[in-house]
């Protein structure tokens, strides 16, 4: 197990070196650079002085070299578009917003939707079934910033009882949490409705209602306890996703969270940012797959066997 | 006396008479068929060019003779969501075709030969798959500027990792096979083998790998146009014309409203047929 353990982590540091280097080589390969005449109106000299500031009069490979000697020190530079604070700094103001937002929607998300799995569950082929389905179906189809558009033009031109944007008050949280959610709570609500059906159908819950516990004992004691287990396998690969934020939902409703960087810091050609940006997605989707894996080599031994054999 | 002859329907007549019946299926189906002619005849279904405009006509609500309405310079707004049709639906299709060609053969040498190949492509999903498909994207699309055909390369390029995985999960379990055994003792060649008699095997997981694959490839065209990196104006895309009236959804809400609600129907369409052929493509999944 620890083989297999260490086996997969130096793999996934193999995975995170490949990305820095796809990177690094794809932004300095977008034309134009941070500090250029139309961004901002510069002698020759003084341009020269910021470039050799922040090292980018050197050669690539060099400057390469000096980032990630630095980022493994966990200085990941400054951020051209903010030159007052570090990317840490940055990124420590920011992200927390993100990580509120997804949190509220995740569990939105996981409440909702199991609830609405539940009801469609045991009132299969009734409207409530029929109603969660399209419920479900809209949610995974349609996408966030089209339902975003919706509900402002809804709750904020139309009826106005909500503001179109910005975050203060729990007032301001309402439409994003839930934009947010929609998706994710439909995925829940679909899998909970099959894995309830699917219990339902097992010789245990046959046993139950032959000792004549009450249907509700059944559906709520033991039906549902097994029945959600599953859940946590899809709740895994959400959380990256979650918590970094998404551009389209915080850029429309104009919450100062993580999400806007991903654009703006390459519009900016904001280099040390994107870098940041890049491995913080990828780390945290990284860590997802490493534990999930090791998870199931831990329930399955087969697992450790042939991928750690090799 | 009736004569009774065996159902001959093979695999795809099969397939079909599934399909149909699957009512919510060959509505979107209906729906998707209608867009397509749209797109295809919009000189004929449009009342004026995308770009006509006329400024003494801006900023119009709904009414007979602008049924959409009018935007910021006075262009028929019907007119430039017709036209928006074409690129949604060239960017599905050429930008899924694009990971097909990359996806489907990295996915068969790696299924197929396994060992090193299999190794070398399954890391390259690693990065692919740790990577951030949107950033990904959008630094192609800054790198090579905005356009249609860079837009098809940004998300061609992203976009092939789900089609590979299944065509590498589908060739390991038919290598194993007796026909892909008896082919091989009969000494046919790898390309043989794997073109004549994996593929056509391989055949239903991935179209419906790439019914599934469209929406997606039209949603990430209408963000990478809402962020003002994908088709270039006046050429008219949904995404484009939703974060160009964005800041006025206030007033002229239609202006925002009508694209969005066309990028919903298109990927609920193209997500409902992909249902629908996955359950007529694999009827082992509902029992």
């Known amino acids: ?310 | 006396m009736t004569e009774i002859t065996p159902y001959d329907g093979g695999l795809w007549r099969d397939a079909l008479r599934r399909f149909t019946k699957n009512k919510l299926s060959v509505a979107a189906a209906i729906i998707i068929i209608v867009i397509s002619f749209m797109a295809v005849f919009a000189p004929w279904v449009s009342p004026s060019h995308y770009s006509e405009a006329n400024f003494d006509e801006a900023w119009q609500f709904p009414s007979w003779t602008h049924p959409m309405g009018t935007d910021s310079i006075g262009r028929d707004y019907f007119s430039r969501i017709v036209y928006g049709a074409r690129i949604s639906l060239i960017v599905g299709f050429v930008a899924q075709m694009i990971s097909l060609l990359i996806g489907v053969p990295l996915g068969a040498i790696a299924g197929f030969k396994g060992g090193k190949a299999d190794y070398i492509v399954m890391r390259l999903v690693d990065v692919m798959s740790v990577f951030p498909s949107l950033l990904f994207a959008i630094l192609i699309m800054a790198w090579l500027g905005s356009g249609l055909s860079n837009v098809l390369f940004a998300i061609g390029v992203t976009g092939w990792v789900g089609v590979c995985r299944l065509v590498r999960a589908q060739f390991l379990s038919l290598r194993a096979s007796d026909f892909v055994r008896a082919a091989r003792s009969m000494g046919a060649s790898n390309v043989h083998t794997i073109v004549r008699h994996m593929l056509p095997n391989a055949l239903s997981p991935i179209i419906v790998g790439l019914a599934m694959g469209i929406p997606q490839a039209i949603f990430a065209e209408a963000g990478l146009s809402f962020l003002g990196l994908g088709i270039n104006p006046p050429t008219p895309s949904w995404g484009q014309m939703v974060s160009s009236h964005l800041p006025n959804v206030i007033y002229y809400w239609h202006l925002a409203l009508f694209p969005v609600f066309m990028i919903a129907l298109v990927m609920l369409g193209f997500s409902l047929i992909g249902d629908g052929l996955r359950d007529a493509l694999d009827p082992r999944m509902n029992e």
């Open chain 1, 1 to 310: 197990m620890f083989r297999y353990i260490v086996y997969r982590i130096v793999g996934l540091v193999g995975v995170l070196f490949l990305v820095t280097v796809i990177t690094f080589s794809l932004m300095h390969a977008v034309p134009g650079g941070p500090f250029d005449e139309e961004k901002m109106p510069l002698s020759a000299e003084a341009k020269a002085n910021i470039l050799r500031k922040y090292g980018l009069d050197r050669p690539l490979y060099e400057q390469y070299g000096r980032y990630m000697w630095n980022a493994l020190q966990f200085d990941f530079g400054i951020p051209f578009q903010s030159p007052g604070e570090t990317v840490t700094d940055l990124i420590a103001r920011t992200w927390p917003i993100s990580m509120q937002l997804g949190g509220m929607g995740l569990a939105v998300a996981f409440s909702f939707g199991i609830l609405l799995g539940i009801l469609s569950a045991i009132r299969q082929n009734t409207w409530v079934d029929y109603g969660t389905t399209v419920i479900a179906t809209l949610g995974i189809t349609v996408p966030s910033f089209a339902i975003s558009i919706l509900f402002i033009v809804l709750f904020a031109t139309i009826w106005r009882v909500l503001p179109t944007g910005g975050w203060g008050g729990p007032e301001t949280w309402i439409m994003p949490v839930i934009v947010y959610a929609l998706g994710p709570m439909a995925i829940v609500a679909r899998y909970t409705r099959s894995s309830i059906l699917e219990n339902l159908r097992m010789d245990y819950v046959r046993t139950a209602r032959a000792k004549g516990l009450k249907e509700r004992s059944v559906l709520f004691i033991h039906v549902l306890k097994n029945s959600l287990i599953p859940l946590l396998t899809i709740m895994g690969p959400m959380l990256p996703g979650v918590m970094t934020g998404s551009l389209f939902v915080e850029g429309i409703f104009r919450i100062p969270g993580l999400g806007q960087f991903f654009v703006t810091s390459i519009f900016e050609r904001d280099y040390p940012m994107i870098m940041a940006l890049t491995l913080l997605v990828a780390v945290l989707i990284g860590i997802v797959y490493l534990i999930t894996d090791i998870l199931y080599a831990l329930v399955d031994p087969r697992v450790r066997y042939v991928r750690g054999s090799k």
